[in-house]
């Protein structure tokens, strides 16, 4: 017998296992790809083919961006994982339905390239990369990404219904036939969470504790208390479920550990929660999901199970709850009162800030004044309106505040009137309008005015806003076309504002 | 007694290769080569020289110390060499070579019969030491000395282990299937030496036959059992074995012994019964020959000292049309891989597996980075964190390893077994294992 065997003639040597299961990464992440298709599908009924556009702009976006990076900087090309087309999927089911395709384009950018490309790619981002993108559109494209539509019009999201105190029609949150992100099908979120579950994707402890505290929360501190049909509302829209089974889950940005997940949905839920009653978007859980996953690193540091032969016996009366995550819930509800304490602190610098927002359109439309300071006769005026609409022929026109103007010598120029008519399409149009002292008009600013984009938020619009100007009534102004409503309403305050200025002006 | 324990994976099973095959007794035709190390321990010293005439059940090796295990020739004949030769592994080993003559004539006094019963406890811990009995699983440790614990009175279990979790093994089910009644006797046999103990032969519930088998032969040995267990990898690894059994689990340093237990390999037992009862050492043992590349997959007794080349010939070689990519000594969890069949085999060989295809290539072209996606965490039967081990150990944070309780890591193979990302998780550990060890032994250098 040889000693030495050729070379070629040896066999393949390695350490073991030498079986290795099916699972593969691809798989993990078709999985997550399947698991969103119930949503996705009742989303793009619901919504029409454009939303299908949305979700296809951000998968193909936040593919290609992967792909483009890889090439440039010479990495493995790393696209066939799937993990991209996740992202971009769980991003598209986030954003409205009628957003412009730059949206989803540039929100998968960024997403891939800073929140995962520059970290080092799939399993080294810090923060999810679909929802930490939604918080960048959020901020960028404000407009854009509050704008919730429903068969082109644009409608309130149930939310933002239920803040207004109206009902909700549960069945419709369901079915996702309400306004909302693409993704807002309670049942399709429900079914695809079942799915995952079933195949391992997700597990129980993150998607348990999140939604567990958070109804905890909101049933303390919301509005109804633990009124059943009032929390199902609250947990089946906003994202929550959304937020719950797919974001808080993503593996990369959660805690490993059986015990940490079980921390890591406690501090979702509750800052969930504490956005929701306290803060002032309807985002709470984008933002609370995204901060919990700066938290994580910590909890893996903090939450190691030891192996079992170190457990402590139970029957020997050992805590069940580890003494980290009592630490751990602590610090996050001292972190959440630590922030709502914080809100109520700003809240009147908030409020200041938007008065010095009036105050910049009060000089906007009164341009020759240096300086504001109350009028007691118009105040006197005002207070005698007692809030109810002015006058029987200007519709709803209700006159909020009037305001004199003066030159830095402490003459009176004119006057700045605000004025809300509730007669809009969408809701309530408020503005400033500026008066000379005779009553003519010096110029009209919007401060609040959310009609429907592209035909009555061309009110705002220079155009039809310069036609006030150097008039002392509205017979010269024409109506913005496609937008009669909104014009209508604008002008009958504006006469409203001219009528009570003219019967109530300080001599 | 619970019935599995927690954690674990399903590899694929692939049992059906060879289960129903009857044991064929392989008469080899080549050299024999005994190695001289096949245990845990020190290597045997050996006790002929070249020329000497040897016959099959002579010692040719003899015990070197307390924990060591004698060899005897498997073959008659003439000692052709006594030097290195290559191991499974692929190191040099002192070896006895034996020019086999293929009469396999018997040595003197091998073989008479002997009444157990009549046996005091010394005379049997004796005979298993003369026997060269080592854990037959594939541990390898020698027997006689698992069988002296410090407290044998604080013995409450002894174990036969007939789980034979690894995918194509299945010749200690054939060997429960055909031979029941020695296993049941080389338990009576244990049992004697700690009669405060309760026997229990624990077997996977996917050996149905076996399992009948097994309790109609320990229905007539009293304190005898039969314990079904789930089907489940690493269900025949000793600390999972022991937490079914006790519900205790072991620390790193703890013997069986120390919560009450003696853990044994059914083959183990059943030579333990032949070296009593028939004065029998062990020369020869089961060894199943299976996997996708073996033409027809086989469960043989093979006479130690084969060369695995005469195991692969014997099952008709490897299948047409296929190209044989790695071979393994034992199965695809635990086994190891063979650059060259020309050596030979081992007591604790319990298995010659052949693959067309390389599954740890394929999983090398499949590796993505880590998603932490925790299915290591909740795969291993320890209870550790291979996920937080694994980054630690790739930073060579050593101290956080160990704090971990990296060390713990029995290289099982659950964790690599279901990772999704591919990464090779039981390396790692068994070489940073290896890594702290030799900076614990180096006085840290």
């Known amino acids: ?507 | 007694m619970k019935t599995t324990f927690r954690g674990g994976v399903h590899p694929k099973e692939c049992k059906e290769l060879a289960r129903d095959v009857p044991f064929e007794t392989l008469l080899p035709t080549g050299e024999i080569v005994l190695l001289l190390a096949q245990h845990i321990g020190k290597p045997a010293a050996p006790v002929v020289q070249k020329g000497d005439e040897v016959k099959m059940g002579q010692l040719v090796g003899k015990a070197d110390g307390f924990v060591s295990a004698n060899i005897y020739a498997s073959c008659s004949g003439k000692v052709k060499a006594v030097e290195p030769r290559r191991n499974v592994a692929g190191k040099m080993v002192n070896a006895v070579v034996i020019d086999n003559d293929g009469q396999f004539t018997l040595a003197e006094g091998v073989g008479v019969e002997r009444n157990p019963e009549a046996m005091s406890r010394q005379e049997i811990l004796d005979a298993v030491g003369w026997a060269g009995i080592v854990g037959l699983g594939g541990a390898g440790f020698p027997t006689q000395v698992k069988l002296m614990p410090r407290e044998p009175e604080k013995i409450e279990y002894i174990i036969a282990n007939g789980a034979e979790c690894e995918p194509y093994i299945c010749c200690d089910d054939q060997l429960m299937r055909t031979y029941p009644e020695e296993i049941a006797g080389g338990m009576k046999i244990l049992l004697r030496l700690f009669p405060t103990a309760k026997g229990i032969v624990l077997i996977e519930e996917n050996k149905p036959e076996a399992i009948a088998a097994m309790r109609q032969a320990c229905e007539k040995v009293e304190n005898l059992s039969v314990l079904p267990v789930k089907t489940k990898y690493p269900q025949g690894g000793e600390r999972s074995i022991i937490t079914v059994v006790t519900g205790k689990h072991l620390r790193l340093g703890m013997l069986p012994a120390d919560v009450g237990c003696i853990v044994d390999n059914v083959s183990t037992v059943r030579a333990i019964y032949r070296a009593v009862r028939w004065t029998e050492p062990l020369y020869e043992r089961a060894v199943t020959v299976s996997g996708e590349a073996v033409k027809h997959p086989k469960n043989l007794i093979v006479k130690l000292g084969t060369s695995f080349q005469e195991l692969l010939d014997c099952a008709g070689g490897i299948k047409e049309g296929v190209t044989l990519k790695k071979a393994l000594y034992g199965g695809p969890m635990m086994g190891g891989a063979f650059a060259d069949l020309n050596c030979p085999t081992m007591k604790n060989n319990n298995a010659l597996t052949l693959f067309a295809e390389d599954a740890v290539e394929k999983a090398f072209s499949q590796m993505t980075a880590c998603l932490k996606c925790g299915r290591c965490n909740r795969t291993c039967p320890l209870g550790l964190q291979p996920q937080m081990m694994a980054a630690a150990a790739e930073r060579r944070d050593y101290e956080y390893y160990e704090k971990l309780y990296g060390l713990e890591c029995v290289s099982c193979g659950s964790c690599t077994y279901g990772c999704p990302a591919k990464r090779p998780l039981m390396q790692l550990f068994t070489q940073t294992k290896a890594e702290i060890m030799a900076i614990r032994k180096g006085g840290g250098k």
Request: glycine fraction near 10%; proline fraction near 5%; aromatic fraction near 10%.
């Open chain 1, 1 to 507: 017998m040889a000693a030495f065997t050729k070379r070629e003639t040896l066999l393949n040597i390695s350490t073991g296992p030498h079986a290795r299961g099916p699972l593969t990464t691809r798989m993990v992440m078709l999985d997550v790809v399947i698991s969103l298709l119930p949503a996705t599908i009742l989303g793009v009924l619901n919504f029409g083919w454009y939303s299908a556009l949305v979700v296809l702009t951000a998968v193909l976006s936040a593919v290609l961006t992967e792909a483009v990076f890889c090439w440039a900087v010479k990495k493995k090309q790393t696209v066939g994982d799937l993990s991209a087309v996740v992202t971009g999927l769980m991003l598209s089911l986030c954003l409205p339905a009628e957003v412009p395709l730059y949206v989803p384009f540039l929100g998968s950018l960024f997403a891939i390239l800073f929140v995962k490309c520059f970290f080092g790619g799939l399993g080294k981002n810090i923060m999810n990369p679909a929802l930490t993108a939604r918080c960048f559109l959020l901020i960028a494209f404000g407009n854009a990404m509050t704008n919730y539509t429903l068969d082109g019009v644009t409608t309130a999201t149930p939310l933002a219904m239920l803040a207004n105190g109206q009902a909700v029609d549960l069945y419709r949150v369901f079915a996702g036939t309400t306004s909302g992100v693409i993704g807002c099908s309670a049942l399709g979120l429900i079914a695809g969470a079942v799915y995952l579950l079933i195949v391992g994707g997700i597990t129980w402890e993150i998607p348990a504790a999140t939604i567990l505290s958070y109804t905890v929360f909101i049933g303390l501190f919301g509005a109804k208390g633990f009124e059943p049909e009032y929390l199902a509302v609250q947990l089946c829209t906003g994202g929550v479920l959304m937020g719950a089974f797919f974001m808080a889950t993503d593996p990369v940005t959660c805690p490993t550990t059986s015990p940490g997940q079980l921390v890591y949905g406690v501090v979702v839920g509750l800052l969930s929660g504490l956005f929701r009653v306290k803060g002032t978007t309807q985002d709470s859980v984008s933002y609370a999901i995204i901060m919990s996953n700066l938290v994580v690193p910590f909890i893996d540091m903090v939450m190691v199970p030891k192996p079992y032969a170190y457990r402590a016996q139970r029957e020997k009366g050992a805590r069940i709850i580890p003494k980290a995550a009592l630490t751990l819930c602590a610090i996050g509800l001292v972190a959440g009162l630590a922030l709502s304490g914080i809100y109520t602190l700003t809240k009147d610098t908030i409020y200041e800030q938007q008065l010095a927002a009036s105050a910049a359109s009060y000089r906007e439309v009164l341009p020759d004044a240096q300086d504001f300071a109350p009028d007691e006769g118009l105040d006197a005026a005002i207070a005698a309106l007692n809030g109810e609409p002015y006058g029987e022929s200007y519709g709803r026109s209700i006159i909020n505040q009037a305001i004199a103007g003066k030159k830095a010598s402490g003459a009176t120029v004119g006057y700045v009137l605000s004025v809300t008519s509730k007669d809009g399409f969408e809701g309530d149009i408020t503005f400033s309008l500026g008066l000379t002292r005779d009553g003519t008009i010096t110029g009209i600013a919007f401060t609040e005015l959310n009609e429907t984009p592209g035909k009555g938020s061309l009110c705002g619009e220079p155009a039809f806003t310069d036609q006030f100007k150097g008039v002392s009534d509205t017979s010269p102004v024409n109506a913005v076309s496609g937008a009669t409503v909104s014009s209508v309403a604008i002008m009958n305050a504006v006469d409203a504002a001219l009528d009570f200025f003219a019967a109530n002006a300080p001599q």
